[in-house]
């Protein structure tokens, strides 16, 4: 059994954790613990890959916004491809929505990166919706489709440039606080650390009471998608992404075929989730009532855990009551998008800095992310 002590441990080699440790890995020794054989398998590797400056809570499209920059100019050899690609999102509302769509309209950064439409405009956008279905939308021509997988990659090989292990098959069994700091315990062996960061998603509660440490009460949610064939003899490859003003459902143009969610939010335990046929046939409903396309066949199906915090920010800080034990969970819908920005900051809060200038420039308060807020 081996025993290695380092300056921080990072549970869970999802998107969250791969980001922050190798932000950390630049001038601190970092130990990387995944449970699974590879990293990215749980939601990270099941997302529908969209980077919106407009989806989400407040505090949300600030960490958005603030990590466009580097999803656009990553640093040089982080990835093979573009990071970002055009695509472009579609707020939809029916004549029974509009109300709805006004009021979302309405914030100040929400107006600003979008464009107003008429019902005719956004059949034009998206040719697929019906006219006797969409009223009014809004378009956010700047929204992109993002390469997640060559984010995770790209973060993961600066750690291990920068001197980071990462252990996978090493689910953490046990922690325990000492005066000299924690002692992790996996089947691969034991790692000990002053600072522990908690990046664990879905089972991010479930490691705080591992740890004995008050859970913030974040709640997994099960999220659908399938593919399906798009409309014979029309290319929807450079359409924007519809998504329901009310988050019913929403599509995408995906490799040659379109991208499916019914938008649940099914309360879940922690878990490797699979798609419920029920979620399904909700999808296909939805979309043959919004679209004048049929489905006839689902090519690919699949269920990710988003994971929220009550009031749907994500968690991000130490632990007050328990001394090295730092959250970074609770990144719901968000996740992929708000990564770069998030690792930043939490790798300045764990050297006991301030939050980096240009997230706090784009309004983020560290009070609606703390921990604590729950207490
Ligand atoms: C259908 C769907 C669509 C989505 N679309 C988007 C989108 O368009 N844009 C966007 O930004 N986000 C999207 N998301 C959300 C995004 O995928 C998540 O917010 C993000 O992946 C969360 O990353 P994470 O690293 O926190 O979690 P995960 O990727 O789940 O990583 C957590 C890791 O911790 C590991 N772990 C847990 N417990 C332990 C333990 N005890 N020991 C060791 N390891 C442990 C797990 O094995 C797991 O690998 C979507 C999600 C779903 C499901």
């Not at 603030?66 to 656009?72: I, N, P, Y």
């Not at 993002?146 to 790209?154: A, K, P, R, S």
């Not at 001197?163 to 000990?192: C, D, K, M, N």
């Not at 003899?233 to 991208?259: A, C, H």
Request: charged share 20%; net charge negative; proline share 7%.
């Amino acid at each position: 059994m081996s025993q290695i002590t380092c300056d921080v441990i990072v549970v869970g080699a999802g998107i969250a954790g791969a980001s922050v440790a190798a932000e950390l890995a630049t001038d601190r020794k970092v130990v990387l613990l995944e449970r699974e054989s590879q990293p990215g398998y749980h939601t990270t590797g099941r997302s529908a890959a969209l980077f919106s400056e407009i989806y989400g809570s407040a505090a949300i499209r600030a960490l958005s916004r603030a990590s466009r920059a580097f999803l656009t100019n990553p640093p040089t050899g982080f990835a093979q491809a573009p990071l970002l690609a055009p695509r472009g999102s579609l707020f939809i509302a029916r004549e029974d929505q509009l109300s709805q769509l006004e009021a979302f309209a309405q914030s100040p950064d929400i107006a600003g990166a979008t464009q107003p439409v008429f019902a005719e405009q956004a059949i034009r956008l998206s040719p697929i919706l019906r006219a006797d279905y969409v009223a009014a939308a809004v378009f956010e021509p700047d929204a992109a489709d993002m390469d997640v997988h060559g984010l995770l990659m790209g973060y993961l090989r600066l750690f291990r440039a920068a001197g980071g292990a990462l252990h996978t098959e090493s689910e953490v069994l046990g922690a325990a606080a000492s005066p000299q700091g924690w002692r992790i315990e996996t089947r691969q062996g034991q790692f000990s650390a002053p600072i522990v960061v908690n990046a664990a998603g879905a089972w991010a509660d479930e490691l705080a009471c591992l740890a004995g440490v008050t859970a913030v009460g974040v709640e997994p949610r099960r999220r659908t998608a399938i593919t399906i064939d798009g409309p014979a003899g029309l290319d929807l490859s450079e359409t924007p992404m519809p998504i329901d003003i009310d988050e019913q459902f929403y599509f995408k143009p995906e490799s040659g075929r379109v991208l499916l969610s019914p938008a649940d939010e099914t309360p879940s335990e922690a878990c490797d989730v699979q798609p419920d046929e029920w979620d399904i046939a909700v999808a296909v409903d939805r979309l043959e009532a919004a679209t004048t396309l049929q489905v006839r066949r689902v090519h690919a199906k699949w269920a990710g855990l988003r994971t929220f915090a009550p009031d749907k920010n994500p968690v991000v800080g130490f632990q007050a009551q328990a001394p090295g034990f730092f959250w970074l969970a609770g990144q719901g819908g968000y996740g992929i998008q708000t990564a770069p920005a998030m690792a930043r900051l939490a790798a300045a809060l764990i050297r006991g800095q301030t939050a980096p200038q240009d997230i706090q420039d784009e309004g983020l308060a560290l009070a609606e992310i703390a921990p604590d807020r729950f207490a």
